[in-house]
Antibody, heavy 120, light 109 residues
Framework: EVQLVESGGGLAQPGGSLRLSCAASGFTFSSYEMNWVRQAPGKGLEWVSYSYSSGSPKYYVDSVKGRFTISRDNAKNSLYLQMNSLRAEDTAVYYC?????????????WGEGTMVTVSS | DIQLTQSPSSLSASVGDRVTITCRASQTISSYLNWYQQKPGKAPKLLIYAASSLQSGVPSRFSGSGSGTDFTLTISSLQPEDFATYYCQQSYSAPPERTFGQGTKVEIK
């Protein structure tokens, strides 16, 4: 079964750090671009970051540039999001999503999400 | 940056109704427009990709159309399980900034 499973969410203080993980299974992870998408409570979807299949290049939404770092370990079939200098406005459910060239670069597989709460 | 504007932001409809949601891009995106359905507490689900291609397993009552800057998602006969929030997304940008529309909530009338 094709699957993505996120972990690593939780409560962090403003200015703190968290590292999210996304474990992939059921497909050749190293062949796909991957993304992080977040959703603040009661709000819409916001694209956060993109990783090419090899790990580079990487792109970010302006609001997280310089604070978040996307990375991947293709040998471990895993995607990561290192989040530093966290702010209250980073509070959201974070989803990892597979981008599929055969569906016009749409996100065809999503994880169930992991909640990040930034609060003192 | 490419902006996507959905309309309406919400709508009330009855089972069996034909529902249409529109998405307008701030610049041309060819046919690189995707539609997702999200139910409360769940991850989004891909419905339509490349403006009009139905994702595998998605019921045929869902359809998409458009190109350039104006796009439409149509549900031909609304079913109880279709009450959800729908998002458009563009996959045209290079470098890839995969913008989403603000969402359209479809509620029961």
């Amino acid at each position: 079964e094709v699957q993505l499973v996120e972990s690593g969410g939780g409560l962090a203080q403003p200015g703190g750090s968290l590292r999210l993980s996304c474990a992939a299974s059921g497909f050749t992870f190293s062949s796909y671009e991957m993304n992080w998408v977040r959703q603040a409570p009661g709000k819409g979807l916001e694209w956060v970051s993109y990783s090419y299949s090899s790990g580079s290049p990487k792109y970010y939404v302006d609001s997280v540039k310089g604070r978040f770092t996307i990375s991947r370990d293709n040998a471990k079939n895993s995607l990561y999001l290192q989040m530093n200098s966290l702010r209250a406005e980073d509070t959201a459910v974070y989803y990892c999503a597979r981008e599929n060239l055969s569906t016009g670069d749409a996100f065809d597989i999503w994880g169930e999400g992991t909640m990040v709460t930034v609060s003192s | 940056d490419i902006q996507l504007t959905q309309s309406p932001s919400s709508l009330s409809a009855s089972v069996g109704d034909r529902v249409t949601i529109t998405c307008r891009a701030s610049q041309t995106i060819s046919s690189y427009l995707n539609w997702y359905q999200q139910k409360p507490g769940k991850a989004p689900k891909l419905l339509i990709y490349a403006a009009s291609s139905l994702q595998s397993g998605v019921p045929s009552r869902f359809s998409g159309s458009g190109s350039g800057t104006d796009f439409t998602l149509t549900i031909s006969s609304l079913q109880p399980e279709d009450f959800a929030t729908y998002y458009c997304q563009q996959s045209y940008s290079a470098p890839p900034e995969r913008t989403f529309g603000q969402g359209t909530k479809v509620e029961i009338k």
